[in-house]
């Protein structure tokens, strides 16, 4: 069974300031792993995907993400951000054969900028 | 492309009713799903096919049917209506890519 933990509900940062939201995973086999953003009343984004090639995945809008097998972590990480970051981020994680995917979401990391 | 569509955007239901969900996409993709997303609890996956004619369960399937009789179109039933089922639907469907292109989404209120 494959299941996934995103360790903050709710994270604030300044303008400019670098991003941290954190995710780690629990999956029985080789796991793909995603990050999604929500903003207000609108649908998902795909923001970056692992899927067992780099460790190190970049995304669109400077966000990027690590997976690390170890410490079955796959943290989300922008430098420096924008007021346009405010959303929501779901860590999503599929242990699935291609074609025949199960998603399992986390609960959701609410992030707000500072200004 | 159009992608995933949804419809209807939001609607109106009192205890008890039935209607059904719409989703279609235009990118041949085997794979699609529907999920509900409730506050703090993410999204969770009701149904899902993996093509036409195959339907499987997902995390929370109790009170809700689907059919895939073709690629293009699967939609969402729901037989009787209750509060509970109050949330945001989202249909999705995964490609080539291996990630999942998501639908615009459902508002649904039970009253």
């Known amino acids: 069974a494959q299941s996934v933990t995103q360790l903050d509900s709710h994270v604030s940062v300044s303008e400019g300031t670098p991003v941290l939201l954190r995710c780690n995973y629990s999956?029985?086999?080789?796991?793909?792993l995603f990050w999604y953003v929500q903003h207000p009343n609108k649908g998902l984004q795909l923001l970056l995907k692992?899927?067992?090639?780099?460790?190190l995945v970049k995304g669109i809008n400077g966000f990027e993400a690590e997976f690390k097998k170890s410490e079955t972590s796959f943290h989300l990480t922008k430098p420096s951000a924008h007021m346009s970051d405010a959303a929501e981020y779901f860590c999503?994680?599929?242990?699935?054969?291609?074609?025949?995917?199960?998603?399992?979401f986390g609960t959701g990391t609410r992030l707000t900028i500072i200004p | 492309n159009a992608g995933v569509t949804q419809t209807p955007k939001f609607q109106v239901l009192k205890t008890g009713q039935s209607m059904t969900l719409q989703c279609a996409q235009d990118?041949?993709?085997?794979?699609m799903s529907w999920y509900r997303q409730d506050p703090g609890m993410g999204l969770r996956l009701i149904h899902y096919?993996?093509?036409?004619?195959?339907?499987d369960q997902g995390e929370v399937p109790n009170g809700y049917n689907v059919s895939r009789s073709t690629t293009e179109d699967f939609p969402l039933r729901l037989l009787s209506a209750a509060p509970s089922q109050t949330s945001v639907y989202f249909c999705?469907?995964?490609?080539?890519?291996?990630?999942?292109?998501f639908g615009p989404g459902t508002r649904l209120t039970v009253l």
């Open positions: 096919s993996v093509g036409a004619g195959i339907t």
């Open positions: 990118m041949n993709h085997e794979y």
């Open positions: 692992y899927t067992s090639a780099a460790t």
């Open positions: 999503v994680v599929s242990d699935g054969d291609f074609g025949n995917e199960k998603l399992t």
């Open positions: 999705a469907s995964i490609g080539t890519s291996g990630s999942e292109d």
């Open positions: 999956s029985s086999y080789s796991p793909s």
